[in-house]
T-cell receptor, first 116, second 109 residues
Framework: DTGVSQNPRHKITKRGQNVTFRCDPI?????LYWYRQTLGQGPEFLTY????????KSRLLSDRFSAERPKGSFSTLEIQRTEQGDSAMYLC??????????????FGNGTRLTVT | GDSVTQMEGPVTLSEEAFLTINCTYT??????LFWYVQYPGEGLQLLLK?????DKGSNKGFEATYRKETTSFHLEKGSVQVSDSAVYFC????????FGAGTRLFVKA
């Protein structure tokens, strides 16, 4: 168990640019989640996958955000035309998904995005 | 929608003091409840969980009891240590995990 890995750790970009983050979950976990966390707040749900299927996307997520998990393993989160309000910590988490009610999330260390 | 409300911080205590962090939830169904902790410089990790009413989750001296009648899951510890200084998040799971805003705890020696 190497844990959930996220890359890059930090990303600084100019407003209007596109950015992409990667998450590698724990290998046997079939559920993968993306959250966003701003200072002083708890993680805010963005979207989740069961294997390669994206099962839910937050209504708060604008069309500039897209996530994929093409082979049911790693996932990418892309933000197009970034805005300063997108600055946050983006967290990825995974869980086995076989017994959802008893499966806690395993978090990565996050990708901190700064939009200038 | 589903939500979690927890007491605002920061909470500052002296070592060996008693800790309570209040958490209440609103859910459309019957959720599982969790406490996660984030130590300085580290990622979020599970502290304890409870999956049904009257269950008590416990770990590292922390406890929380699932109270369906009051929709609460308060975190307690009888004697805190400096190493317990962290941010604590209450959360519910009902198809996805919803987090509270977090409560920062400072423990002074």
């Amino acid at each position: 168990d190497t844990g959930v890995s996220q890359n890059p750790r930090h990303k600084i970009t100019k407003r209007g640019q596109n950015v992409t983050f990667r998450c590698d979950p724990i290998s046997e976990h079939n559920r993968l989640y993306w959250y966003r966390q701003t200072l002083g707040q708890g993680p805010e749900f963005l979207t989740y996958f069961q294997n390669e299927a994206q099962l839910e996307k937050s209504r708060l997520l604008s069309d500039r955000f897209s996530a994929e998990r093409p082979k049911g393993s790693f996932s990418t989160l892309e933000i197009q035309r970034t805005e300063q309000g997108d600055s946050a910590m983006y967290l990825c988490a995974s869980s086995p998904g076989t017994d959802s009610y008893n499966s806690p999330l395993h978090f990565g260390n996050g990708t901190r995005l700064t939009v200038t | 929608g589903d939500s979690v409300t927890q007491m605002e911080g920061p909470v500052t205590l002296s070592e060996e003091a008693f800790l309570t962090i209040n958490c209440t939830y609103t859910a459309t169904g019957y959720p599982s409840l969790f406490w996660y902790v984030q130590y300085p410089g580290e990622g979020l990790q599970l502290l304890l969980k409870a999956t049904k009413a009257d269950d008590k989750g416990s770990n590292k001296g922390f406890e929380a009891t699932y109270r369906k009648e009051t929709t609460s899951f308060h975190l307690e510890k009888g004697s805190v240590q400096v190493s317990d200084s962290a941010v604590y998040f209450c959360a519910l799971f009902l198809f996805k995990t919803i987090f509270g805003a977090g409560t920062r705890l400072f423990v002074k020696a």
